[in-house]
Nanobody
Framework: EVQLVESGGGLVQAGGSLRLSCAAS????????IGWFRQAPGKEREGVSC????????YYADSVKGRFTISRDNAKNTVYLQMNSLKPEDTANYYC?????????????????????WGQGTQVTVSS
């Protein structure tokens, strides 16, 4: 059974930092791309960042480029999202999701339907 468990969310002041973790189990982690998505109240879920299975490629939404960094530790079956210079508009529930690495990842990484497995999410709240 595929399991993804997010952690590391919390309340932080604007300009602060958080590091989210996504711990995976139940599948061959090295074969899967992992994405981070977020959803704010009343808004659609959006892609934040994604990392390919082999750690060669990373992708970011324009709104987080230069502030967020995604990384993975395949020995620990864990993906991280380091979030710096946080803004109130980053407030959302953050989810990690897994998909077998697929051709076209560079174009489709932010599409939720490309990721069949999801975690339960972790809340990030940034106060102004």
């Amino acid at each position: 059974e595929v399991q993804l468990v997010e952690s590391g969310g919390g309340l932080v002041q604007a300009g602060g930092s958080l590091r989210l973790s996504c711990a995976a189990s139940g599948f061959t982690f090295d074969d899967y791309a992992i994405g981070w998505f977020r959803q704010a109240p009343g808004k659609e879920r959006e892609g934040v960042s994604c990392i390919s299975s082999d750690d060669e490629d990373t992708y970011y939404a324009d709104s987080v480029k230069g502030r967020f960094t995604i990384s993975r530790d395949n020995a620990k079956n864990t993906v991280y999202l380091q979030m710096n210079s946080l803004k109130p508009e980053d407030t959302a529930n953050y989810y990690c999701a897994a998909a077998r690495d697929f051709w076209g990842l560079s174009m489709g990484w932010a599409t939720t339907s490309n990721f069949p497995s999801w975690g339960q999410g972790t809340q990030v709240t940034v106060s102004s």
